[in-house]
């Protein structure tokens, strides 16, 4: 009895913290589908009229594809390139006996320490220097390096726990540890390479930051700076902000909601198993 | 040394040098240099052309420290810290309680909590601003339907804070969730069940048994949320970009609209120091003293 009394208002707090979440979500979305009359009294309920002129005119707009391929890019050339090197690295940390090897491994994992606000403005005046401004280079760099602390770290964590069998055995085949790495641990290490790679996904898909500094062209922006440019066009006019906050919204959704078990366990797991 | 062995040696290390040096060059030129770098233009008054050569000693310091908007902009950091540990956390702690087990519909709560965690702060923070709206946002709507006169939240000065800490609680809640469940699900069967032929009640069990087995996990979300509270900076911009009248400011929005944007270098890095400093000196001391058995 009083076990279902207890169940009856935890499931009554439950619901209530899904709607606080859930609704900032729809009143955007449905927002995005209103004029902006309706909107001003009819806030929290269905659009009086479905308006689809907001979302169809932002998927015929160049830009909005432009700034989504060049998040691709920074995205995709981030976390590829923090893969190869970072489990290169910690190949070598995790199989490889050298003088040096635990001072070196200390200085990458100082590195998880470093906010990243205090190397903005050194970093704008290197990657200006090294004649990068204006290129996919001035985004990706730094990315990668702010992303290769953390996993060098998980991947030292996963080669250690490798049987070692399979290295011994392999030596005596005469293999190459190159050989080795790219015929045995790549391919034995895909969770791993999957929580790394959300990691990186994720916090590139949506850095503001870094972009905000290093890019001064339209035609590099990442979708966060479009979309705060368009804030700035559009001002009052929320429909359309929706729309666009919308479109950004859903596929991030539906990515999450497909690959939820991966995500979840990249970004907790990911931060556990630091 | 037969030649054999000699080759295996140097493949060894020729394999330990292309391995390595890729990482450690682009980690040594955009971490590393530029962290030192910080430090010494901060001693400096420079626009960021030619080289620095206006030595101004600590005055960038002294100057910031005199600063009320930048004292305001580290009160906020604080404060969302002591909101964050002494609200948001327990919070995280009572809901993960709840759905680690395996109740009805666990899974849905999990995967609804956690969902404004995958959202861009950008975006999180254009929702939140069109939400309290005073003219067009659901806020406005409530006060509205009570026949009030709506507040505009975000551009006031009273509420500004209020409305950042709501944001920052509805998307970063769902992650110390997360990271808790992960923790309680790691807590033995016996041990639960041991604890339940005893006799011991839900929030005994609770109390006296599962949060002191997840404490590390605690300890460590405590850390992740001290450090990320620090450095935040992409909710703000959308939602009140520091305002209003620099009331909202982070370190981070503080060094970006008076640092970056005012081609200020000498002055900007010497906010940034300062934020390494802390975010540094809260590490070392963390790692030292709590975090030391884990």
């Keep these: 009895m009083f076990s ?21 979500l729809y009143v955007s979305i449905a927002g995005g589908f209103k004029t902006i009359g309706d909107l001003r009294t009819n806030s929290l309920g269905l659009p009086t009229e479905w308006i689809v002129g907001n979302y169809t005119s932002l998927l015929v707009d160049n830009k909005f594809w432009l700034f989504t391929w060049n998040s691709v890019l920074y995205a995709a050339g981030t976390t590829f390139l923090v893969i190869l090197l970072a489990s290169m690295t910690a190949f070598v940390f995790a199989h490889m006996k050298f003088v040096g090897s635990r001072f070196l491994f200390n200085y990458f994992i100082l590195g998880l320490t470093f906010p990243f606000a205090t190397a903005i403005l050194p970093l704008f005046l290197r990657v200006r ?36 069998e399979l290295f011994d055995a392999a030596f005596v ?61 559009y001002i009052t006019d929320w429909p359309k902000i929706l729309a666009f906050v919308s479109l950004t919204l859903i596929p991030a959704v539906v990515f999450f909601l497909a690959l939820q078990r991966f995500i979840v366990a990249g970004l907790t797991g990911g931060a556990v198993k630091e | 040394m037969n030649s054999a062995k000699y080759n295996a040696l140097l493949s060894k290390y020729s394999t330990l040098v292309i391995f390595i040096i890729p990482a450690l060059t682009i980690f040594t030129l955009f971490v590393v240099l530029p962290i030192i770098e910080a430090a010494y233009y901060s001693f ?45 956390l327990p919070f995280a702690l009572l809901v993960a309680l709840m759905i680690s087990d395996k109740i009805k519909g666990a899974n849905f709560f999990r995967t609804v909590f956690f969902l404004p965690y995958i959202l861009a702060e950008i975006v999180t923070g254009l929702i939140w601003a069109y939400i309290y709206d005073g003219n067009y946002g659901m806020v406005a709507a409530i006060w509205n339907f009570f026949g009030a006169d709506p507040p505009h939240m975000i551009a006031e000065k009273e509420t500004a804070m209020i409305a950042l800490y709501i944001v920052i609680f509805w998307k970063y809640f769902g992650i110390h969730m997360m990271i808790y469940i992960a923790g309680l699900q790691n807590i033995s069967k016996e041990v639960l069940e041991a604890a339940r032929v005893d006799g011991a009640g839900p929030i005994t069990t609770a109390w006296r048994i599962k949060i002191p087995i997840i404490l590390p996990t605690i300890r460590l979300s405590v850390f992740l949320s001290i450090l990320g509270a620090l450095q935040l900076f992409d909710i703000i911009m959308p939602l009140t970009g520091g305002g209003p009248s620099n009331q909202t400011h982070s370190m981070v929005t503080y060094l970006y609209y008076f640092g970056v944007m005012r081609m200020k270098f000498g002055f900007g890095s010497a906010i940034g120091v300062v934020i390494f400093l802390i975010c540094f000196t809260i590490a070392i001391t963390y790692q030292r003293t709590l975090m030391r058995k884990d």
């Design chain 1, 129 to 164: 220097d090294l004649g990068l401004l204006g290129s996919v280079w001035a985004v990706i760099l730094p990315q990668i390096a702010f992303g290769l602390a953390f996993a060098i770290i998980l991947f030292r964590g996963f080669f250690r726990q490798m049987p070692s």
């Design chain 1, 173 to 233: 085949d005469g293999c190459t540890y190159s050989q080795f790495y790219f015929k045995f641990t790549l391919p034995l290490s895909t969770p791993i390479i999957a929580t790394v790679a959300v990691i990186n996904l994720v916090g590139s898909w949506n850095n503001y930051l870094l972009p905000l500094i290093m890019i001064n062209s339209e035609s590099l922006y990442s979708w966060p700076l479009g979309i705060m440019v368009f804030r700035g066009e």
């Design chain 2, 44 to 88: 400096y008054r420079w626009d960021g052309y030619g080289d620095p050569n206006k030595y101004v000693g600590l005055k960038n310091y002294k100057y910031l420290f005199k600063n009320k908007t930048f004292i305001l902009s580290l009160k906020n950091n604080f404060y969302i810290i002591a909101i964050s540990l002494f609200i948001q």
């Design chain 1, 4 to 24: 279902n009394f207890r169940s009856y208002y935890m499931y009554l707090f439950l619901f209530l913290l899904a709607g606080i979440i859930f609704i900032p």
